[in-house]
């Protein structure tokens, strides 16, 4: 079994930041890509950011510039630091760990921006 635990969601202003946080535990192995995907109310869900094993990194073009990925290899952490936060940012987001054969997702957190 595969647990994703995240956390770091929450309410924030417009021009905010915050950081998501994501934990993989349990039948881990050969992990190649980690990343944040979001799903507003009514819409698709969507990439947001993702980093492969060798560091490699893809945003949307949405939140490039205000958003960094990064990852810990070594704990199976990936975390979403999320700057000049925006209304239209406001989503559930899904933390997701893959390999070839395999793709976990986590529970999902909440993320509103408003004033």
């Known amino acids: 079994q595969v647990q994703l635990v995240e956390s770091g969601g929450g309410l924030v202003q417009p021009g905010g930041s915050l950081r998501l946080s994501c934990a993989a535990s349990?039948?881990?192995?050969?992990?190649?890509?980690m990343g944040w995907y979001r799903q507003a109310p009514g819409k698709q869900r969507e990439l947001v950011a993702a980093?492969?094993?060798?560091?490699?990194?893809n945003y949307a073009d949405s939140v490039k510039g205000r958003f960094t990925i990064s990852r810990d290899n070594a704990k199976n952490t990936v975390n979403l630091q999320m700057n000049s936060l925006k209304p239209e940012d406001t989503a559930v987001y899904y933390c997701?760990?893959?390999?070839?054969?395999?793709?976990?997702w986590g529970q999902g957190t909440q993320v509103t921006v408003s004033s």
């Open positions: 349990g039948s881990i192995f050969n992990i190649i890509g």
């Open positions: 997701n760990v893959n390999a070839r054969t395999w793709s976990h």
């Open positions: 980093i492969r094993s060798g560091g490699t990194t």
